[in-house]
T-cell receptor, first 112, second 114 residues
Framework: GENVEQHPSTLSVQEGDSAVIKCTYS??????FPWYKQELGKRPQLIID?????GEKKDQRIAVTLNKTAKHFSLHITETQPEDSAVYFC???????????FGTGTSLTVIP | GAVVSQHPSRVICKSGTSVKIECRSL??????MFWYRQFPKQSLMLMAT?????????EQGVEKDKFLINHASLTLSTLTVTSAHPEDSSFYIC??????????FGPGTRLTVL
């Protein structure tokens, strides 16, 4: 089955700096890669996703890059703000498949 | 975005009793729903995948007779924790997948077994 690894487990940045979280996956058949943000006590919220036919996707301060050959994808947050502090999860799945696996999570703290 | 509800949000029960958790997609039809378990400060652990009208697919190590899943319609899936014990205490979250693969999560259910 799919194995998704995520690094780092914790990340602290100064407000205004950039944050990068990286994930690797093992199943070359995976073709859908979402990122979720989970604030304490709340449900995970989708913040951005990318499919295997695209190498990069950007939405305002958030961007995701995908390297299919190396089987890794990354989340980039620029101009970080205190409200970006949360746990971020990457995931990998196969389109219309029943496998959907999450990384171990990254606890991001943005220091004002 | 799509809305997924989950009920109850919090439940406390005695050891040996059964607890049912409902997951509903409110404004879309979900062909697939997922059930996760989350321990404090840990990731989401996939327990099972549920497709409408068919038996759920359980992940390795998850007891299907203990965690009964029913997906009766395109908008409702239920998870029943049978004969609950203290080690079953956890945060259970469901999600529903749209036809574009996007998963929307419910708010979760905090189960405490005394």
């Amino acid at each position: 089955g799919e194995n998704v690894e995520q690094h780092p487990s914790t990340l602290s940045v100064q407000e205004g700096d950039s944050a990068v979280i990286k994930c690797t996956y093992s199943d070359s058949a995976s073709n859908y890669f979402p990122w979720y943000k989970q604030e304490l006590g709340k449900r995970p919220q989708l913040i951005i996703d990318i499919r295997s036919n695209v190498g990069e996707k950007k939405d305002q301060r958030i961007a995701v890059t995908l390297n299919k050959t190396a089987k890794h994808f990354s989340l980039h947050i620029t101009e970080t703000q205190p409200e970006d502090s949360a746990v971020y999860f990457c995931a990998a799945s196969i389109h219309t498949g029943n496998q959907f696996y999450f990384g171990t999570g990254t606890s991001l703290t943005v220091i004002p | 975005g799509a809305v997924v509800s989950q009920h109850p949000s919090r439940v406390i029960c005695k050891s040996g009793t059964s607890v049912k958790i409902e997951c509903r997609s409110l404004d879309f039809q979900a062909t697939t729903m997922f059930w996760y378990r989350q321990f404090p400060k840990q990731s989401l652990m996939l327990m099972a995948t549920s497709n409408e009208g068919s038996k759920a697919t359980y992940e390795q190590g998850v007891e299907k007779d203990k965690f009964l899943i029913n997906h009766a319609s395109l908008t409702l899936s239920t998870l029943t924790v049978t004969s609950a014990h203290p080690e079953d205490s956890s945060f259970y979250i469901c999600s529903a997948r749209t036809y574009t693969d996007t998963q929307y999560f419910g708010p979760g259910t905090r189960l405490t077994v005394l």
